[in-house]
Antibody, heavy 121, light 113 residues
């Protein structure tokens, strides 16, 4: 059974860089796109971006200037970096698998457990 | 870009049917058949319930169905059960920019009375 396990720093100060990693256990890293999605407290979901095993990325236009998603195929992992964070970036961050054939993120079928990230001075 | 528009809340009694709407534009829901629906129970990660407007992943009850008309997608849950009480989110591919990406609705809280 494929599982995603994620980790990273949970408390940041404004202007710092958020860094999270997600590992894929029990399944193939190739053949899918791997997404990051966030959810501010009490609010809805926001798609951040995705990457495949070849390193091809797609990002949300609203976050594109601050986001980097990278793969580590040797470890079956991928990571998220979000620079210059503010309080507005406080959220639960999920890693996830997209399996849509044309729009991978249109079919997110597997989710990590989530990581709470708080930005506060 | 703006999120898709969903009602904040809907409710129904056990056994009844309810429908949750998700309104977008011609650049997203109206132009493409890449609409998905997710169910999220409190403190849990979302779960895919519908993809490509009408398709159910393996293991999802056939009480859940999806449809689309013009710029509005809908999720219908028939034979409501207590376990259906959750938040529901729609998502859609959008071509509002050249970046390939998806947007979500604001979410709908379903209460089973």
């Amino acid at each position: 059974q494929v599982q995603l396990q994620q980790w990273g720093a949970g408390l940041l100060k404004p202007s710092e860089t958020l860094s999270l990693t997600c590992a894929v256990y029990g399944g193939s890293f190739s053949g899918y796109y791997w997404s990051w999605i966030r959810q501010p407290p009490g609010k809805g979901l926001e798609w951040i971006g995705e990457i495949n095993d070849s390193g091809r990325t797609n990002y949300s236009p609203s976050l594109k200037s601050r986001v980097t998603i990278s793969p580590d195929t040797s470890e079956n992992q991928f990571s998220l970096k979000l620079s210059s964070v503010t309080a507005a970036d406080t959220a639960m961050y999920y890693c996830a698998r997209g399996r849509g054939k044309v729009v991978p993120a249109a079919e997110i079928d597997l989710w990590g457990q989530g990581t709470v990230v708080t930005v506060s001075s | 870009q703006s999120a898709l528009t969903q009602p904040a809340s809907v409710s129904g009694s056990p056994g009844q049917s309810i429908t949750i709407s998700c309104t977008g534009t011609i650049s997203d829901i109206g132009g493409y058949n890449y609409v998905s629906w997710y169910q999220q129970h409190p403190g849990k990660a979302p779960k895919l319930m519908i993809y490509d407007v009408t398709n159910r992943p393996s293991g999802v009850s056939d009480r859940f169905s999806g449809s689309k008309s013009d710029n509005t997608a809908s999720l219908t849950i028939s034979g409501l059960q207590a376990e259906d009480e959750a938040d529901y989110y729609c998502s859609s591919y959008t071509s509002i920019t050249t970046d390939l990406h998806v947007i979500f609705g604001g979410g709908t809280r379903l209460t089973v009375l």
